[in-house]
């Protein structure tokens, strides 16, 4: 990759429809856009997301699965390369939570869940409504992401309706810190798929050690699904300052766009 390239990648999801990239086409030319006119990092990749959590195709946002109560709770997150991280998890009610995930990055918090989060929200101005969420049994898709680099920094964002028809207490990857998404001077990691096997396996965090290390984002990628049972979905994006990787063990909508 050209030294100083700025480039930005997008997920719909391990499982999500090769045939969606569209949707994650759009969220990679917002970014790309919101980057070359010199938004911050952290919300460049918050603004990518948010176009994934408004495609009711995937699941966050608009688009997130019901819960076994019939609810619709939402986790987000984000992460960059000054080590600023934020959270939200069981939020419900609000239009974009990885606006609020991001809110929570810049303040002394780390990670607010349930009704604290959403008060927290409206405090800000967040814009609240109606979650109706998809019914459990349609076809499932799992966490939406992206990474992105702009030359220098890293910054990386994911977002989840989280698992169709779970006990709505259920938290998966990807409010954990260095579970779901992990960001550092090296690179930046976002994982998709199985929250549970995700979360065990400290996946984004041990994949960024891999770039640590030197290996490709390309051997990264195949190095961390193969810690993934056959069973188990799981994909991930890279990127590093020598290139960047996608993939799945699953079908995955993915996306990656480069400027100057």
Not at 131 to 141: F, L, R
Request: aromatic fraction near 6%; glycine fraction near 12%.
């Amino acid at each position: 990759m050209p030294e100083n390239q700025t480039i930005i990648l997008a997920h719909g999801g391990a499982g999500s429809d090769n045939a969606h990239s569209d949707g994650t086409d759009r969220a990679c030319r917002l970014g790309l856009k919101a980057l070359q006119s010199q938004t911050p990092l952290l919300e460049v990749v918050c603004q990518a997301v948010a176009v994934l959590e408004d495609d009711s195709r995937f699941n966050a946002g608009t688009g997130s699965r019901k819960r076994a109560d019939g609810s619709v709770r939402m986790d987000a997150s984000c992460m960059d390369s000054h080590h600023r991280f934020g959270a939200v998890s069981a939020i419900q009610h609000i239009k974009n939570p990885v606006h609020v995930a991001r809110a929570v990055a810049h303040s002394p918090h780390r990670l607010l869940t349930g009704d604290d989060a959403r008060q927290y929200a409206l405090e800000l101005g967040f814009e609240a409504v109606d979650m109706a969420g998809t019914d459990s049994k349609a076809p499932g898709t799992d966490t939406v992401g992206a990474v992105v680099f702009d030359g220098e920094q890293f910054a990386a964002a994911l977002s989840t309706g989280g698992t169709g028809g779970s006990r709505p207490g259920r938290v998966g990857d990807v409010p954990l810190f260095g579970c779901g998404l992990y960001v550092g001077p090296h690179g930046a990691v976002t994982a998709t798929g199985h929250g549970e096997s995700i979360t065990l396996h400290l996946t984004a965090y041990r994949t960024y050690e891999l770039l640590e290390q030197g290996h490709a984002p390309q051997r990264a990628l195949e190095t961390a699904l193969s810690w993934f049972e056959e069973a188990q979905d799981a994909g991930l994006l890279i990127v590093s300052r020598d290139g960047y990787a996608g993939g799945s063990n699953r079908s995955m909508a993915w996306s990656a766009h480069t400027g100057d």
